[in-house]
């Protein structure tokens, strides 16, 4: 059988249906939703814009998301962290009807707010022919508006074209790192110094940054500013 | 004489207030506007492989287009792939740092992408697709879903 595949067997994949040529243009804003001190009976609203020549509908999901090591988001799907995610919040809808042209805000409520942080995601898939696109709007909810992001760097290593320092929150709230970053050459001398400013950091996560290097660096210090960003 | 230089500065002082009265009321207008992280995806054409033997291989490219004003990425993952009774062969999806396997699971294919401005950008994504034996001849299909987000 398989021998007969080797020859006769000719397979064609079809990839992204179902099938049409639509070039549909979705648009949604905000993507990020950063919010402190926020309290049960709190909306947020995202608009979502059809500039397609065709109605859309567009399906509407909530789950949470995570940070990996070099800072990207990682959406956690799981039934568990979907059911965690509607338990804090409330869609108002999970579907919406886009006329050609047409715009309509998707309300989010926050149902309970029994947590330090919450990284919540909502995606916004609109059904459409052809390749499948959805949207993440990143939620990044705290409780709190006393505390603090706590930054440290807890390793860098040089190396011959960059240097990549790893950035920890041990804080109770997302933020950035600030510091400055001091290039010395083959004499010694501090020839750049440079501000570096991190990407946004979770509670109690660490992120890489990495800071290209000029060819005569020879070696480097690091210097945190202590106050740290709050954002 | 003195009546009158009296009654001159006071018209001077009444001209200057009108003056001042009438340039407030054509002064600047401070306009505050809020610009919210945006983003906008248009959707490709379908992808369609061409037929291909147990163990040979079909590449085809993807574009899709983003527009940001935030740095962004892109994800994506396949939808309904290594079911049972479906494609058992390999798709691999490019990525800067090589070959990745297409899976039910999100793979980032695009980080920290800076914003794109009012043109967007266009990515384009080549898929490679390698036959297997497990195939049974005929025409298979799946679902691809891109996942553009905000880069935190």
Known sequence: MIGALKWIGIVMVVLFLPWGNAQAMV?????????????EGQTFEVLCQNWGDQPIEMQLSLALFDQSETGGVVFLEDPEAVHRASGFLTLHTDALSLDPNGEDVVRVELTDNSFDNLYAVLFVK???VGVQTRFAVLFL??????KLANMTVSSWVQQEDALTLTVENHGLRHGLWEGEVHLYDASDQVGEKRQITSGVVLAGRSRGVQVPLPSWVRRVEVFSDL???QR | MVRNHFFVGVLCVTVLLALTTIAQASGTVTFQIEVLPGLSVSSPDLLVFDPVAPGQSDHQDLNITVWSNVTWELSVQAVGYDVEGGLQGTIDVATPGGWVELTNESSVIRENQSPTGPTGVTLLTPFRFIGSYEDVPG????????????AL
């Open chain 1, 27 to 39: 648009s949604v804003s905000p993507v990020i939703v950063e919010a402190v001190g926020v309290a």
């Open chain 1, 126 to 128: 609109p059904r459409q």
């Open chain 1, 141 to 146: 909810l705290s409780t709190s508006v006393n």
């Open chain 1, 227 to 229: 106050s740290g960003q």
């Open chain 2, 139 to 150: 025409t298979y299909s799946f679902q691809v879903e891109f996942t553009v987000v905000a």
